[in-house]
């Protein structure tokens, strides 16, 4: 489907997809990522980025399983059946309850990829007034709140529609296209006179001709309002800043940083009474989550996690 074109932008990977059938039906909600059929004491809940599709996160529950049991909540609306969400409270609200479907007491170890940590984030905030305990927030290069970007660029990704269309046009042509010799661009100009669906016809066929042929063009339109429905959710959360957790938080940078924001942490170090370590990935946003990154985030979560229960024991020993 289009989610997984854009979660997976190395074409082989997106081939294993479509050769599996079976990966292709996930429904939305809670989903069980790690293969293995015993579920590890140890869990980690992942909250996917804009697009709300959990492949992102199959290489990561790969290294990690024979030690951690990984879910994902694959977002509502995605299977056409359940209904979509409107807000960041409302998708963190139903994480919670699916979550605690599975494991009712905690203490939970919560994950989110771009938009999702800003998911993650909310959810340990309500985590946190139920009186339930988190054990760690894990930022896969994703800041808590759009309130941590500078005035200008918030004003910046205020545009119209199709401005976005452009944007998520360039940012398919860089995910997909993995080895381009040309540069191919689509001006404003080009889109105005064309209504919202001849405009996403216009992309399409672009794209099409690039090389672009996973998908039909009804999913392409599904995908589109998808993806921006959901870069329009987390643009409107900005949560009260003086409401603070006591959650480590582990941030898995990617090289080139998050635009418009000043903070080495991303702004995580105002949500949290805890430490924020931070990690600098040779990786982009876009495939911060696929091999070889993916082992390197793996090496330094089990590094971190196990420093942080020594230290926890040593101080109950006390």
Same mark, same amino acid.
């Given at each position: 489907?289009?989610?997984?074109?854009?979660?997976?932008?190395?074409?082989?990977?997106?081939?294993?997809?479509?050769?599996?059938?079976?990966?292709?039906?996930?429904?939305?909600?809670?989903?069980?990522?790690?293969?293995?059929?015993?579920?590890?004491?140890?869990?980690?809940?992942?909250?996917?980025?804009?697009?709300?599709?959990?492949?992102?996160?199959?290489?990561?529950?790969?290294?990690?399983?024979?030690?951690?049991?990984?879910?994902?909540?694959?977002?509502?609306?995605? &299977?056409?059946?359940?209904?979509?969400?409107?807000?960041?409270?409302?998708?963190?609200?139903?994480?919670?309850?699916?979550?605690?479907?599975? &494991?009712?007491?905690?203490?939970?170890?919560?994950?989110?990829?771009?938009?999702?940590?800003?998911?993650?984030?909310?959810?340990?905030?309500?985590?946190?007034?139920?009186?339930?305990?988190?054990?760690?927030?894990?930022?896969?290069?994703?800041?808590?709140?759009?309130?941590?970007?500078?005035?200008?660029?918030?004003?910046?990704?205020?545009?119209?529609?199709?401005? &976005?269309?452009?944007?998520?046009?360039?940012?398919?042509?860089?995910?997909?296209?993995?080895?381009?010799?040309?540069?191919?661009?689509?001006?404003?100009?080009?889109?105005?006179?064309?209504?919202?669906?001849?405009?996403?016809?216009?992309?399409?066929?672009?794209?099409?001709?690039?090389?672009?042929?996973?998908?039909?063009?009804?999913?392409?339109?599904?995908?589109?309002?998808?993806?921006?429905?959901?870069?329009?959710?987390?643009?409107?959360?900005?949560?009260?800043?003086?409401?603070?957790?006591?959650?480590?938080?582990?941030?898995?940078?990617?090289?080139?940083?998050?635009?418009?924001?000043?903070?080495? &942490?991303?702004?995580?170090?105002?949500?949290?009474?805890?430490?924020?370590?931070?990690?600098?990935?040779?990786?982009?946003?876009?495939?911060?989550?696929?091999?070889?990154?993916?082992?390197?985030?793996?090496?330094?979560?089990?590094?971190?996690?196990?420093?942080?229960?020594?230290?926890?024991?040593?101080?109950?020993?006390?």
């Amino acid at each position: 489907t289009a989610q997984q074109v854009f979660q997976f932008p190395v074409l082989k990977d997106l081939s294993r997809l479509i050769e599996n059938s079976e990966e292709l039906s996930i429904p939305s909600g809670l989903v069980k990522i790690s293969k293995q059929d015993d579920v590890k004491k140890e869990m980690i809940f992942c909250a996917p980025g804009a697009g709300g599709n959990i492949v992102s996160f199959y290489a990561f529950a790969e290294v990690l399983e024979n030690d951690y049991t990984v879910y994902g909540f694959q977002a509502y609306g995605l &299977d056409g059946i359940t209904k979509s969400h409107t807000n960041i409270k409302e998708i963190a609200t139903q994480n919670i309850k699916d979550m605690q479907a599975v &494991d009712p007491e905690g203490p939970y170890r919560l994950a989110g990829y771009s938009m999702g940590a800003s998911v993650a984030h909310e959810m340990t905030l309500q985590l946190q007034e139920k009186g339930f305990e988190v054990s760690e927030i894990i930022s896969f290069d994703g800041l808590p709140n759009a309130g941590i970007m500078s005035s200008e660029e918030k004003t910046s990704i205020e545009v119209a529609f199709i401005k &976005d269309l452009i944007s998520t046009y360039n940012m398919l042509v860089e995910a997909f296209i993995e080895e381009s010799f040309f540069t191919s661009t689509i001006e404003e100009e080009e889109l105005q006179s064309l209504n919202e669906s001849e405009q996403l016809d216009f992309i399409y066929y672009r794209l099409v001709s690039l090389g672009f042929d996973a998908m039909s063009k009804i999913e392409f339109h599904n995908f589109v309002y998808m993806f921006l429905k959901h870069q329009g959710i987390w643009k409107e959360y900005l949560p009260n800043e003086n409401r603070k957790y006591h959650v480590p938080v582990t941030l898995f940078r990617a090289e080139e940083g998050a635009i418009g924001v000043k903070d080495e &942490d991303y702004g995580w170090s105002h949500m949290t009474e805890k430490e924020v370590t931070i990690y600098k990935l040779s990786a982009s946003h876009m495939n911060l989550l696929n091999p070889p990154h993916v082992y390197k985030i793996a090496e330094k979560l089990k590094e971190n996690i196990c420093k942080r229960e020594l230290s926890n024991s040593v101080l109950m020993d006390k």
